[in-house]
């Protein structure tokens, strides 16, 4: 089935600094989602993604839709340690509400 | 609003034994879909359902996994018989019918098979 790769796997930075993750799929998707999840919860949806070469924000989170509909990327300005956790793209090939394939997570761990 | 809510939240279970998960959608939502979480395979879908039938169960392991929703404000997935393997957390997301379908997901039900 459809694979998403998503890098890196994990990431350790000092707080304040800035965080870059992104996704790359074989085929093309027709949307992005971003998703955050905490230690014994399910996933919380960040941002989400419909249209190519789209720029979205939610506060000191910006997600990108890749030209090529084949990649997204997220980026967390200026981190905080409230920002840990193991962060998610998912994808959808279809243009209803199929389901989601999701990539393995970027574990995001902050060093105050 | 209250969001997707899953029971329980822990279940631990022999193998062998017959495993019920419950799921209740957010209010007002259409699609109702499983995923299981493992640390080797990460977050796949198993099933969804659109207005209570089941659209995709490609994603359902085997025949010992069933999944039903027999009304729009309640699923369920059942393992029978339950093997170790089926160890994971288990999750319910639900979306709505129109708009731009973005799923929400529950707090995940964790099943240990011993």
């Known amino acids: 089935g459809q694979q998403l790769n998503q890098s890196p796997q994990s990431m350790f930075i000092q707080e304040g600094e800035d965080v870059s993750m992104n996704c790359t799929s074989s085929?093309?998707?027709?949307?992005w989602l971003w998703y955050k999840q905490d230690p014994g919860e399910g996933p919380v949806l960040l941002i989400a993604?419909?249209?190519?070469?789209e720029l979205t924000s939610n506060g000191r989170l910006t997600a990108q839709f890749g030209i090529t509909r084949k990649d997204s990327f997220l980026n967390i300005s200026a981190s905080i340690p409230s920002d840990v956790g193991i962060y998610f793209c998912?994808?959808?090939?279809?243009?209803?509400?199929?389901?989601?394939?999701f990539g393995k997570g970027t574990h995001l761990i902050i060093q105050p | 609003d209250a969001g997707v809510i899953q029971s329980p939240r822990h279940e631990v279970t022999e193998m062998g034994q017959e495993v019920t998960l419950r799921c209740k959608p957010i209010?007002?939502?259409?699609?109702l879909f499983w995923y299981r979480q493992t640390m080797m395979r990460g977050l796949e879908l198993l099933i969804y359902?659109?207005?209570?039938?089941?659209?995709?169960d490609s994603g359902m392991p085997e025949d010992r996994f069933s999944a039903k929703m027999p009304n729009a404000s309640f699923s369920t997935l059942k393992i029978q018989p339950s093997e170790p393997r089926d160890s994971a957390v288990y999750f319910c997301?639900?979306?709505?019918?129109?708009?731009?379908?973005?799923?929400?997901f529950g707090p995940g039900t964790r099943l240990t098979v011993t």
């Open positions: 997301a639900s979306s709505p019918q129109t708009g731009r379908y973005e799923q929400y």
């Open positions: 085929s093309i998707f027709n949307t």
């Open positions: 993604l419909y249209k190519a070469g």
């Open positions: 998912a994808g959808r090939e279809g243009g209803g509400a199929d389901g989601l394939t």
């Open positions: 209010s007002g939502h259409d699609y």
């Open positions: 359902f659109n207005n209570n039938v089941p659209i995709d």
